[in-house]
């Protein structure tokens, strides 16, 4: 069974979250989208879109997408539209989707608070989104769902309307669970390919040369079409803030906790990540890991000792 109508709440017009909602316009939504900006909300209505100067005015969507830089924005948000569901429930069935890239336990924990607020009428589901926002303007992000097999079949339209990889991955959580994942392969290939680069320029090769090569052997990669002429030409305007990656990788150590696995590229990529940040360089785009790397070259000159005690060791703080 579908969505009885295609009306959707959108929340957080931001690089990734306004192309997103355009999509799903040009797809036939009706989309009411609320954002801190208003900036954003003017574009937002010159393409069709309406605009509430609440969250909890969207309380009688059948769905209501969230795509905010983390959970905590996403409870803060919501806060008000609970307390209205608790005072009088939605309609049976309405379900708040978290496209942002969150921690798989709390988005669980989340999931039973809209539960309970909402007298059982409302179902959370996790679908974070992979793709960026060349992805997310083309409609091809890769979605990870994490969703019973009767929601995920009544949202399939609406992720396909923007994304070009949907897939359910098991129940709530395991959406989350995946982009963890996702995120373990992208920055940690992020970090190689930005230590090669600094490690061959100042070697006096040429790096547009050597990822040219690169990608036609068996380093070729989506991160290095991607993220590769960036880091080569010391391009850092934000796609996507830096420090977004310290978060997500955070989270795979929280999961790999939890399920009794070893993630040594995690780790290491958390310590990273938090001296990116240390540096000042987190709403950066996230090529500037280049940067991060080189700063620590620059501050190691001279020292033989292993570069990789120069940063902190590994924290999900």
């Not at 309406?50 to 806060?79: G, K, N, Q, T």
């Not at 091809?140 to 769902?145: G, P």
């Not at 230590?195 to 040429?206: H, T, V």
């Amino acid at each position: 069974m579908e969505l009885d109508r295609k009306e959707a709440g959108f929340v957080g017009l931001g690089l990734m979250g306004a192309p997103m909602a355009a999509n799903l316009i040009k797809a036939g939504w009706d989309v009411s989208a609320w954002n801190r900006s208003p900036a954003a909300l003017d574009a937002f209505e010159a393409l069709g879109g309406s605009r509430v100067a609440r969250v909890d005015e969207l309380r009688d969507m059948p769905v209501i997408i969230f795509m905010l830089p983390d959970l905590s924005y996403i409870e803060d948000s919501a806060a008000a539209l609970l307390a209205g569901w608790a005072a009088e429930p939605p309609a049976a069935g309405t379900v708040v989707v978290v496209m942002s890239s969150v921690s798989p336990s709390a988005v669980k924990e989340f999931g039973a608070r809209v539960a309970g607020a909402s007298g059982g009428r409302a179902v959370v589901v996790d679908a974070p989104v992979s793709g960026g926002t060349r992805g997310a303007v083309d409609g091809t992000l890769a979605i990870m769902a994490g969703a019973s097999e009767d929601d995920f079949r009544r949202l399939r339209p609406l992720f396909d309307a923007m994304g070009g990889t949907v897939r359910r991955l098991g129940p709530l959580g395991s959406g989350s669970l995946a982009k963890a994942c996702n995120q373990l392969i992208v920055g940690t290939t992020t970090a190689a390919l930005a230590e090669a680069a600094e490690l061959a320029e100042r070697s006096g090769m040429d790096v547009h040369a050597l990822y040219e090569v690169l990608a036609g052997g068996l380093a070729g990669s989506r991160v290095l079409e991607i993220v590769g002429p960036r880091l080569a030409a010391k391009d850092y305007e934000p796609t996507g803030p830096a420090k977004f990656m310290h978060k997500d990788l955070s989270f795979v150590l929280e999961s790999a906790a939890a399920a009794g696995a070893a993630a040594p590229m995690a780790a290491s990529g958390v310590g990273l990540y938090a001296e990116l940040k240390r540096q000042g360089l987190g709403d950066r785009d996230l090529a500037v890991v280049r940067q991060a790397i080189a700063n620590l070259g620059d501050a190691t000159r001279g020292n033989t000792s292993d570069n990789t005690s120069n940063y902190p060791a590994a924290t999900t703080n």
